[in-house]
């Protein structure tokens, strides 16, 4: 199921302010129809990587000094937000950035806006499809809904506007396990009712691992593995420090962690 | 009683010029969050160029009228991209003091060009509009600031609600960062809203020029009237614009002549004071959504 | 300079009556907007105990942590703390009382430096009066080169010596949560109320973490009360768990009862992790 | 005798007490008693008459200007109000100084507390608002404070005004620009090291958390309302103080100078000199006082040269329109302030000549 290449990173570093340099040459690929994950711990440049991707690195003063990113075969790099989005990428940000006062359906309109004066009836119609619960609450002020909800309706919003990559910033943040299971199902059916080409970056590896194709691991700036989902499942590596199971398969208790480390601690 | 209607109908006409005044105000509020100290001198710009043009060049009243349109949407425009623009995502006082800034200059270079005489418009509106009902007596212009009025009231209101740019630019001054994220051309829809809002004030002004004369210190402080008239209503309420615009104008109009006239001017300030205390956000503004 | 011996004497010279939490709440309900966020709730925590509330989002959880913690204010029900009512208070009293909490979304000050983000949580413990602050006098001095010398034990305590001039704002996020506990812990709360402090964490982020809270509740008694998503952290740590779901209290009692409850499992757990 | 420390090449305190001090270097403090020993021994001799007016006025709108950097830099709370404060102590110092016959040295700070008084019903909205909703309550209170000077006949004169008896303390005339210049800037130094205080302690600490965000100040146990009032109490008697030293030194006073325009040129002094600095504020109200003088001296030149020729009212309003100018353009180019331009000279000036 090699696809065609949708995305390219090709050695990229970003630096933010002239000073800060948050990327260190990195390089990734994703082919059209997959889910491709990034994982790795915080601070690593995830979304720094993200934003480079979807142009919103130049409002905050972020800039690609070197490498470039070319999508569907063309640079965009450096390129302004409005540009990229209307390209078909489409970020959804970290931390469940929703409109707090317009309402749900408002919200979801919004996301027209890389394609204004179209009609949405049929989007907004697919959206509710998606998330029932957002029908719902099609009417209330965006700034009261729950967490779960918000989740559901910032990725339908981007949903919305056609993407043709969607990058999905730790859609998992704060929310319950059952929530988590849903929202990574309806990742996965967008992916293969719509064909839509996804990247997610998370911090639960273990649902990011189990629906995606590709996998890249990165560490300060840097792409530090890289493998199909399956593979990186059964590393050794990843099992330890992102997806918590011990060697022997079975989950780690964290009880046996503070006893090591505190008694290290001690001593 | 008839006294208490001349001044109930003062208060309303007075009121609806307010309302108008402010509407071009919570435009621009709405969709970038930024109080407009500017706002009067941008009204006096707006009547100033139609004066230039229909009284002094001599063209006829529509064109002069177009022109103008033309000139304050532009200047709308212009302002937001040369001195709005460097500031987004800067404190609140630095914008509010960078408007001061602007008005102290629109001012004085108003005042350096047309001097502090108050002008007058050659007489235009049509007779057919002026209301005589009984003893009371309601100008042309007051009827046409009213039409004007409510006209921009259904506009903007249908513009914002149901509209698609009307929500974009809503949701730029919800959360800047996620609407570019999702393509709303960010930078377009400051400069359409201050654009727009030029052109709303320019209307104004020239409707209050042709009620007062054309005076840059008069047009100035009714700009500063404008703030108790939106606070009132509640900052981003178009409706409430109106309505605070009317109460204030209610207030001035009976506080004239029922108490004194010198009290008439800082009664506005005082009221909204005490509505504050109790309506912390207005009559209709909304409700800071907080969540910890 | 003397090494830290895993001992803030913040915590060690308090006698145990001065950090005696016990926290009462009775038939709480809470309602905003039309909706019921929370009701009738009951749920008490005593001296030393590590209580975790869990449940779908928008069950109510923050909610009862900003009951607890003056931010919301109850329409029913009662809050006492160590014998008295504080329902209703402030936050500001309330953290006067004793009650420090993160919060969800990290509530930090970013402009300022660790430092002077966990100096201001000492400000409950200053005792001189504008007056003296004006003047500068000899008192207020010794008083602060006192609570910076407090702050040390704590930035030792958590690991954050290289942070100690940081700006918040460039910290990573995990490290921010870090410094958001050690803000709580400088207010020397009887009782801390953590809002999902392991939300977006690593794991290994999470395990220094699961150690400071571990070291805190065995070591020296800190009474807390924790709202989390990671069940394995919570069935791990906590000797009681509460569930939420629609603002009612659907279970609670120990980590092994509450897994195997069929109810919490079907409005929270889901049966596997596995996605189908 | 310990080293003395002039370049701070990182963070070497020993003591935790170092971290308290104000300046970080010995040097610092070295340049800090150089330059009060020039202020006070050297520049009131060898300055004309006029400078020394600008100056002494300059010294007044500083004292007030860091007050209201406190409440807008420190606090958050904007303020369009301050100028009407800095009118309350005028006046209230010219009422107690005719009306009761109160010394000067007692006026003056009575004068700071009324004004301290009013500026605190004034803050009362802050209870509930916030932003720009708070800035407009402020201005309403200008408004209404403008109208009282006014109107109330009986106390202030009314347009009239009051006529202050000259300055005296201890028997001593405070009538001249110099003897008068020490004791503004005496005043000067003590309210700046007040603020500094301030600053430093838990109570600054608390304004600033207040500033960045009120919901985790509550949090940690500050109560933010009382703070909120405190922040206006103080910076309106800086205001009210400053006020009541201006009166003394105008020896007249009428309610036109404490318009709105003075509250905007407050504004814009911390603005231009830096939001939350101290020493921005003086910076600030050196730049605005200077501006105000070189654009009046212009003005008047322009005017002299042209009043033949009828040009001489149209000028005028130039002035308006560069002071205007001069606040766009300062915010556009540099939004953090001439505090931020000072630091970044000191900091050339400090690595020079390797400064990489």
Not at chain 3, 20 to 29: F, H, I, Q, S, Y
Not at chain 4, 336 to 346: D, H, N, Q, Y
Request: with cysteine; net charge neutral.
């Amino acid at each position: 199921m090699e696809g065609n290449v949708r995305l390219l990173i090709n050695n990229i570093s970003v630096v933010y302010s002239d000073v800060i340099q948050v990327l260190k040459g990195v390089s990734l690929t994703i082919r059209e129809g997959q889910i491709v994950s990034l994982l790795g711990s915080n601070g690593a440049g995830k979304t720094t990587t993200l934003k480079a991707i979807s142009g919103l690195l130049k409002p905050e003063n972020g800039r690609v000094t070197e490498g470039s990113i070319e999508y569907d075969g063309k640079a965009v790099q450096n390129s302004s937000p409005e540009e990229i989005t209307r390209k078909g990428i489409i970020q959804v940000l970290e931390g469940r950035q929703e409109f707090k006062y317009l309402t749900v359906e408002e919200n979801l309109r919004v996301g027209t806006a890389t394609r204004w004066g179209k009609p949405y009836q049929k989007d907004l119609d697919l959206v509710y499809h998606y998330f029932p619960a957002l029908l719902a609450r099609k009417r209330a002020m965006a700034g009261y809904c729950s967490g779960g909800e918000l989740q559901m309706l910032v990725i339908g919003r981007a949903l919305m506007a056609h993407p043709m990559l969607l990058l999905l910033d730790e859609p998992s943040l704060g929310l319950a396990p059952l929530l988590v299971k849903e929202i990574f199902q309806i990742i996965k059916r967008i992916n293969e009712e719509q064909a839509a080409t996804l990247m997610v970056v998370e911090q639960n590896a273990n649902m990011a691992l189990q629906i995606a194709h590709y996998g890249y691991v990165m560490e300060n700036g840097k792409i530090v593995m890289e493998n199909s989902a399956q593979e990186l499942r059964e590393n050794p590596d990843v099992k330890e420090f992102y997806l918590g199971t011990a060697a022997s398969g079975t989950l780690k208790s964290y009880k046996d962690v503070k006893a090591y480390k505190r008694r290290k601690r001690w001593l | 009683m008839e006294f208490f209607l001349q001044l109930l109908v003062n208060g309303l006409s007075l009121g609806f010029l307010y309302a108008l005044s402010a509407l071009g105000f919570v435009m621009i509020f709405k969709s970038s969050s930024v109080l407009n100290f500017a706002h009067g001198e941008l009204m006096a710009i707006g009547a100033f160029i139609f004066l230039a043009l229909s009284a002094w060049a001599g063209l006829p009243i529509l064109l002069a009228f177009v022109f103008t349109m033309i000139g304050s949407f532009t200047l709308g425009f212009i302002l937001e991209k040369f001195f709005l623009r460097p500031l987004i995502g800067e404190a609140l006082i630095q914008v509010i003091m960078l408007t001061l800034g602007l008005a102290l200059m629109f001012r004085g270079l108003l005042l350096f060009i047309f001097g502090g005489d108050i002008h007058d418009y050659p007489d235009f509106l049509p007779e057919a509009l002026t209301i005589q009902w009984g003893a009371i007596n309601i100008p042309s212009v007051y009827v046409a600031a009213f039409i004007i009025g409510i006209l921009f009231l259904i506009l903007f209101g249908l513009f914002f609600k149901y509209s698609s740019q009307g929500i974009y630019m809503r949701s730029v001054a919800d959360n800047q960062p996620a609407a570019l994220s999702l393509g709303v051309h960010v930078r377009r829809v400051f400069a359409l809203s201050w654009a727009i809002a030029g052109l709303v004030c320019a209307i104004s002004g020239i409707v209050l020029g042709i009620i007062n004369g054309i005076n840059v210190h008069e047009l100035s402080s009714i700009g500063l009237k404008v703030f108790p008239v939106v606070i009132l209503g509640g900052l981003d309420s178009i409706g409430g614009a109106i309505l605070g615009g009317i109460i204030i104008g209610l207030l001035e109009s009976f506080t004239g002549g029922y108490i004194s006239t010198s009290l008439r001017e800082i009664i506005p300030y005082i009221v909204l004071i005490f509505i504050l205390m109790v309506k912390p956000y207005g009559l209709f503004g909304l409700v800071e959504i907080e969540r910890v | 300079m003397k090494a830290f011996r895993g001992n803030p004497s913040i915590f060690s010279s308090a006698r145990p009556e001065e950090r005696r939490a016990g926290l009462e709440v009775k038939d709480l309900t809470l309602k905003f907007g039309g909706i019921t966020a929370l009701s009738k709730i009951d749920i008490a925590v005593s001296t030393g105990e590590l209580v975790a509330v869990i449940g779908p989002n928008g069950a109510g959880k923050t909610s009862l942590l900003n009951c607890i913690t003056g931010y919301y204010k109850p329409q029913e029900g009662q809050i006492f703390f160590n014998g008295d009512e504080v329902t209703g208070l402030s936050t500001h009293h309330l953290t006067r009382k004793g009650i420090g909490r993160t919060y969800q979304n990290i509530e930090l000050f970013p402009g300022m430096t660790v430092l002077s983000n966990m100096l201001l949580a000492r400000h409950v413990h200053c005792r001189y009066n504008v007056g003296k602050a004006a003047l500068f006098m000899k008192s207020v001095q010794d008083e602060e080169v006192r609570h910076r010398r407090i702050l040390e034990e704590l930035i030792d305590f958590l690991e954050m010596q290289s942070l100690r001039n940081q700006l918040v704002g460039s910290l990573p996020y995990g490290m921010r949560k870090r410094v958001e506990l050690g803000r709580a812990l400088a207010l020397e709360p009887k009782l801390l109320v953590l809002d999902e402090p392991f939300a977006g964490m690593t794991l290994e982020e999470k395990e220094d973490m699961v150690r400071f809270l571990m070291e805190l509740n065995e070591a020296w008694n800190q009474t807390m009360i924790l709202v989390e998503h990671d069940m394995s952290i919570v069935m791990s740590i906590s000797k009681r768990v509460a569930v939420f779901d629609f603002g009612v209290k659907i279970a609670e009692g120990s980590p092994d009862f509450v897994q195997n409850h069929p109810q919490v499992i079907k409005a929270y757990l889901g049966d596997t992790s596995k996605i189908e | 005798m310990r080293k003395l420390q002039f370049h701070p090449c990182g963070n070497f305190n020993v003591s935790y007490k170092e971290e308290l001090a104000i300046f970080d270097t010995d040097f610092g403090r070295l340049w800090m008693w150089i330059g009060m020993l020039l202020l006070f021994a050297v520049v009131p001799f060898i300055s004309s008459a006029y400078f020394l007016y600008i100056l002494n006025t300059i010294g007044i709108y500083a004292i007030a200007a860091v007050g209201l950097n406190l409440l807008i830099g420190f606090t958050g709370q904007i303020s369009l109000g301050h100028g009407a404060f800095f009118g309350v102590g005028a006046y209230a110092g010219a009422i107690l100084a005719t009306r009761l016959g109160f010394p000067f040295w007692l006026s003056v700070p009575l004068a700071g507390v009324v004004a301290s008084g009013v500026g605190m019903i004034f803050g009362l909205p802050s209870a509930r608002l916030k932003h720009l909703y708070l800035c407009i309550a402020t201005l309403a209170g200008q408004f209404i404070v403008d109208y009282v000077l006014v109107q109330w006949e009986s106390l202030t004169g009314g347009a009239m005004g009051i006529v202050v008896p000259s300055a005296s303390l201890f028997g001593l005339d405070l009538g001249s620009d110099r003897s008068f210049f020490y004791v503004v800037f005496i005043c000067f130094v003590l309210m700046t090291w007040i603020a500094v205080n301030l600053i430093r302690t838990r109570i600054g600490r608390a304004f600033i958390a207040i500033r960045d965000n009120d919901r985790a100040a509550e949090g940690m146990g500050i109560p933010v309302f009382p703070y909120k009032l405190l922040s206006f109490a103080v910076s309106s008697f800086y205001a009210g103080f400053a006020g009541a030293l201006y009166a003394y030194y105008m020896m007249s006073i009428t309610p036109e100078p404490f318009n709105l325009g003075l509250s905007i040129e407050y504004v814009a002094m911390i603005i231009i000199g830096g939001l939350g600095s101290i020493p921005g504020a003086v910076f600030g109200s050196v730049f605005i006082v200077s501006l105000n003088e070189v654009l009046s001296m212009i003005t008047e030149y322009l005017m002299n040269i042209g009043a033949s020729t009828g040009v001489a009212l149209t000028i005028a309003p130039l002035r308006e329109f560069i002071y205007g100018l001069a606040i766009v353009l300062f915010i556009i180019f540099e939004p953090k302030g001439l505090a931020e331009v000072w630091r970044i000279v000191r900091s050339s000036f400090r690595l020079w000549p390797f400064s990489y």
